[in-house]
T-cell receptor
Framework: NAGVMQNPRHLVRRRGQEARLRCSPM?????VYWYRQLPEEGLKFMVY????????ESGMPKERFSAEFPKEGPSILRIQQVVRGDSAAYFC?????????????FGPGTRLLVL | TQLLEQSPQFLSIQEGENLTVYCNSS?????LQWYRQEPGEGPVLLVT?????EVKKLKRLTFQFGDARKDSSLHITAAQPGDTGLYLC???????????FGPGTSLSVIP
C-alpha cells in the first residue's frame, strides 16, 4: 500500500510565476490536509479538504492561494504570482474517514524555492 | 484559539541518556499525536493517545496523555543517535477538527 505521494519534491519558481503542488492520498483515504513549514518551525495548517469539498480553509492566505481535491485525481495546492515569502516546505497529509483529525499520514513534502 | 506549546525547544544529549519532552495546552484535546520528522522528510506518526491518563510504549519511547487531556509527554530511555530529529505533537478539539501542531522539540543525540 503506497504512502502519501507528493510531487514535485522540489520546485523552483521565479517571482510572479505559478506553483502547482500535487498530493495523492493513501488508498482509501478521503481526507486531505495541507501544511506549510518554514525552517526550524512546526507545521502550520492551511486547508482541510474532502473529495470535491473544502471543509476548513482558515489557514489559507486570502489571496493567491487555492486548493482543490477533485473527484478523480490528486489534490492540488495552487499558488499564483509567487513571492519570495512563499518559499517553504509544503506537506500534504491524508487520513481515513473514520479517523479524520486523529491520525494523519504525511507525504515527503514539496520544497518550493522562489527566486 | 487552540495552541500547543512544546518544551524544550532544543535538546542535545549524549548517547545512552534519558530524556523527556513536553507538550502543553490550555485547551482540551480529543486526542494527541506525536510525530518525528527528519531533515528533508515529512513527519512520521509515532503514536496517538486518546484517553486521559493513557500511557503507551513503543520500544524505548513512552508516551503519556495527561488526565485532563491538555498535555502529553514523551520519554526516551537510553537515547541513540537514530533518535535524532524534530519531535512534534499535534491535536484537535474533536476528531473532525483540523489538527494543530506544536513548534517541535529538536533533539540531537551525540554518539
Amino acid at each position: 500500500n503506497a504512502g502519501v505521494m507528493q510531487n514535485p519534491r522540489h520546485l523552483v519558481r521565479r517571482r510572479g510565476q505559478e506553483a502547482r503542488l500535487r498530493c495523492s492520498p493513501m488508498k482509501g483515504h478521503s481526507h486531505v490536509y495541507w501544511y506549510r513549514q518554514l525552517p526550524e518551525e512546526g507545521l502550520k495548517f492551511m486547508v482541510y479538504l474532502q473529495k470535491e469539498n473544502i471543509i476548513d480553509e482558515s489557514g489559507m492566505p486570502k489571496e493567491r492561494f487555492s486548493a482543490e481535491f477533485p473527484k478523480e485525481g490528486p489534490s492540488i495546492l495552487r499558488i499564483q504570482q509567487v513571492v519570495r515569502g512563499d518559499s517553504a516546505a509544503y506537506f500534504c497529509a491524508s487520513s481515513p474517514l473514520d479517523q479524520a483529525g486523529e491520525t494523519q499520514y504525511f507525504g515527503p513534502g514539496t520544497r518550493l524555492l522562489v527566486l | 484559539t487552540q495552541l500547543l506549546e512544546q518544551s524544550p525547544q532544543f535538546l542535545s544529549i549524549q548517547e545512552g541518556e534519558n530524556l523527556t519532552v513536553y507538550c502543553n495546552s490550555s485547551s482540551v484535546f480529543s486526542s494527541l499525536q506525536w510525530y518525528r520528522q527528519e531533515p528533508g522528510e515529512g513527519p512520521v506518526l509515532l503514536v496517538t493517545v486518546v484517553t486521559g491518563g493513557e500511557v503507551k510504549k513503543l520500544k524505548r519511547l513512552t508516551f503519556q496523555f495527561g488526565d485532563a487531556r491538555k498535555d502529553s509527554s514523551l520519554h526516551i530511555t537510553a537515547a541513540q543517535p537514530g533518535d535524532t530529529g524534530l519531535y512534534l505533537c499535534a491535536g484537535g478539539e474533536t476528531s473532525y477538527d483540523k489538527v494543530i501542531f506544536g513548534p517541535g522539540t529538536s533533539l540531537s543525540v551525540i554518539p
